[in-house]
């Protein structure tokens, strides 16, 4: 993917919070089926930096192109999720009292409202692009458990897979293994793999080990600023990433 193009690139975002500059002049480029970390210290402004690419926090200047020429920055957070970019927050946000598959469903179809899911509620059949996406997410035969009853790990790769139907090309992860058991980690490690087969994904992580366990780009930030860009080895040696990480 080195040589891939970049599919999304943010470029010299700035965000201000009422005078507090969370982000300053952050550049990030994501190049096309690539699985790219974004790490850094608490506050660094790695939530901020997906919030900004989602739309979801407007940027107080700068940049975010989409195949480098749509500009997303004045963009509204619905029409820059329908031009593919699938966003994820920390928190596993899926309907509890609904089934698998009528949280698929809903996901598949933004047109479908809740009240039409529960009227055609058991007599779907679940189609093949939904039987692909139940096994992709290690929940084979699992669509007609309530999703409330799911592990916390399942309901994480449940939604993974509501943004999977929405056919994204590119996902914005917020710490999707925080909270995890070892082995729903390595479990997680194997779908974002499979994921970056067909998309760009950014994830943003603290779980060091883990970013470790790929061969992936990592980008470093610290004070709301680009502070290294490498892969995990490059990043790991460099005295200024020791510095934030072990310095204070
Ligand atoms: P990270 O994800 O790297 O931990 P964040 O992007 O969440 O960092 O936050 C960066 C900085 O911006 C932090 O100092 C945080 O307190 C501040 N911040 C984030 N969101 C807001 C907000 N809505 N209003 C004011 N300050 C915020």
Known sequence: TKTSPVILSAENITVSFGGFMAVRGMNLALRKHELHFLIGPNGAGKTTMLDVICGKTKASSGKVLL??????????????????????????SVFPNLTVQENLELAADRNRSIFHTLRLRRSDTVTPKMLDILEQIGLPGREGERAGSLSHGEKQWLEIGMLLLQKPSVLLLDEPVAGMTDD?????????????????????????????????????????????????????????????????
């Open 67 to 92: 195949g480098g020429e749509v500009d997303l920055t004045r963009k509204r957070d619905y029409e820059i999720a329908s031009l593919g970019i699938g966003r994820k927050f920390q928190a596993p």
């Open 184 to 248: 729903e980690t390595v479990k997680t490690g194997e779908l974002l793999k499979e994921i970056a087969k067909t998309c760009s994904v950014v994830v943003v992580e603290h779980d060091m080990e883990f970013v470790r366990s790929f061969a992936a780009k990592v980008t470093v930030m610290h004070e709301g600023q680009l502070l290294k860009e490498g892969s995990m080895v490059e990043i790991q040696h460099d005295p200024r990433v020791a510095e934030v990480y072990l310095g204070k």
